[in-house]
């Protein structure tokens, strides 16, 4: 009843809100991912999106499709790795960033490794700057992070804001320095909020430094100050900072895969493209 090449552009607009930036990471025409999305629609006899002037939002209808069509692709998929008669094998050096570990990604994870048991899978979980030097330097065969301002490439996965958060109840005084809870260099979380305080004249200082999301949450919880995070990734027992604080935007974040140009051989680099098929086609956080 639903055709797999129209479940996956519908993935793909659901995980960015963005018929463009969808038709952007599958490599086809606006238009293609249009028709794609209506013929979907037609086909269900629902509408899946709801879109305005201000953007494109998941229907209830929608909601409930972004699971039926992750469990058709994965059967898909399964299927045709059982036909093709083909088994991964190899190494592969898989980088994440840490606040998208603590969600949905063991799930990802844990499927690919029961697809794929003969991939001797090695994962690092670092900040987002670090994984983009750890790439650089060959030392992973892919990686999924926060986009970098100075490597804007990457193919996009998940398209969020940063917001700034705290423990409920957390009072700020504006005549006095923002407390803030950071991640140390090279953060890009950190540097963006820097940035943004430093170009809206705002003070600021450090009250907790941690290279662990654990201790930062941690450190929020306790009402030691506040903490710049991806609105859709925010953990339990925090909130967003409400607007009356007065606190400066800190601007969208993507999250995007890159692939080592140093990988070792087509093995790795088969492992590593159905490992970023599993996550592009998995749970939106």
């Not at 469990?71 to 093709?84: D, K, P, Q, T």
């Not at 407390?179 to 705002?202: N, Q, S, Y």
């Not at 969208?252 to 599993?278: N, W």
Request: aromatic share 6%.
């Amino acid at each position: 009843m639903f055709d797999p090449a129209q479940l996956r552009t519908f993935l793909a607009v659901a995980q960015t809100l963005s018929f463009t930036q969808a038709a952007h990471r599958l490599g086809v025409r606006q238009s293609t991912v249009s028709q794609h999305v209506r013929r979907l629609e037609e086909a269900a006899g629902r509408q899946l999106f709801s879109r305005d002037t201000h953007g494109v939002e998941l229907t209830e209808d929608g909601e409930a499709m972004l699971g039926f069509a992750r469990s058709i692709l994965e059967a898909n998929e399964r299927a045709a790795g059982w036909f093709r008669g083909t088994r991964l094998r190899g190494r592969l050096r898989f980088g994440a960033s840490e606040d998208f570990v603590v969600t949905r990604l063991p799930e990802i994870l844990k499927g690919f490794r029961r697809e794929h048991p003969e991939v001797d899978l090695e994962l690092t979980v670092e900040l987002s700057g670090t994984l983009h030097q750890q790439l650089e330097a060959g030392k992973l065969d892919l990686v999924l992070a926060k986009r970098s301002e100075e490597r804007p490439q990457g193919q996009l996965v998940w398209r969020d804001r940063l917001v700034w958060i705290g423990a409920e109840g957390l009072r700020l005084d504006p005549g006095r320095p923002l407390p803030l809870i950071v991640f140390p260099p090279p953060g890009l979380t950190r540097a963006r909020a820097l940035d943004v305080l430093e170009r809206h004249g705002r003070s600021w200082r450090i009250v907790c430094t941690s290279g662990s999301l654990n201790g930062l949450v941690a450190a929020a919880r306790a009402g030691l100050g506040v903490m710049a995070h991806t609105d859709g990734l925010i953990p339990p027992g925090l909130v967003p900072v409400p607007e009356r604080a007065g606190l400066p935007e800190l601007g969208p974040v993507d999250f995007v895969l890159l692939y080592g140009e140093r990988q070792r051989d087509t093995a790795t680099r088969a492992a590593a493209e159905r490992l970023a098929e599993a996550i592009m086609a998995g749970p939106v956080p």
